[in-house]
Each structure stands twice: as C-alpha cells, then as structure tokens.
C-alpha cells in the first residue's frame, strides 16, 4: 500500500493552465502505474490519464488528448497532470491512483486501483 498526496488544484479562469502534482510515499513509485481520474458534482469518476511504471507509455481519455499531458518523475516520487486551455467543464476533483499493474482495457477503470489520494479541487471559471 502506498499513500498519495496531490496538490496544486485552484480557482483559474478557462483557457488557464494548471499543474497537478502526486507525491508517493510508503513504496517507490516506480513500482506503481499511475493514473488520473476526475469527478464533477453529481458525476462519475472518469479516467483522465495514465502512465507506465517508467513513463515510457501514456494513456488518455479522448477529451484530454492534446491539452493534458501526464508525466512522472520517479527519482522525486512524483506523478504530474498539466493541464492547459482548461475549460469550465473540466471542473473536478481529480485523484491520483497508483496500481502495481494493470491490462491496458481495465486502466479506465476506477476499481483497477488499489490506492487513491484525497483529491484536489480544480474549478475552472468562465
């Protein structure tokens, strides 16, 4: 089991970017597949992003491609979500999840992962 501590969530008007950052403790992160997942009011949790143990491979929910990107940084223990030209409707908490492996097909899914953040709220204003 790990813990997962994310940050860098705020109140930014649309077209802003932010970065969102996850610190690993408990086991090296390179152990773990990291995902995000994200969850307006009254919503779903959704898969957003993910990346391999080593960063080589990332996977992303289609409406993420080409303005999110997720990378890590496994000698800080920390897995990043930037997101640019951020829109109202990606207002959300957005959680980190880490699991020792995972198939490609299960990775949007949310019980594909066994230890999840507290989130942080990222509110996007028009």
């Known amino acids: 089991q790990v813990h997962l501590v994310e940050s860098g969530g705020g109140l930014v008007q649309a077209g802003a970017s932010l970065r969102l950052s996850c610190v690993v403790s408990?086991?090296?992160?390179?152990?773990?597949?990291m995902a995000w997942f994200r969850q307006g009011v009254g919503k779903e949790r959704e898969f957003v992003a993910a990346i391999s143990t080593r960063g080589v491979s990332t996977w992303y929910q289609d409406s993420a491609k080409g303005r999110f990107t997720i990378s890590r940084d496994n000698a800080k223990n920390t897995v990043y979500l930037q997101l640019n030209s951020l829109q109202a409707e990606d207002t959300a908490v957005y959680y980190c999840?880490?699991?020792?492996?995972?198939?490609?097909?299960?990775?949007?899914?949310?019980?594909?992962?066994?230890?999840w953040g507290q989130g942080t709220q990222v509110t996007v204003s028009i």
């Open positions: 999840a880490a699991t020792p492996a995972v198939v490609v097909g299960a990775m949007p899914n949310p019980s594909a992962y066994d230890d």
């Open positions: 408990g086991r090296a992160s390179v152990n773990y597949v």
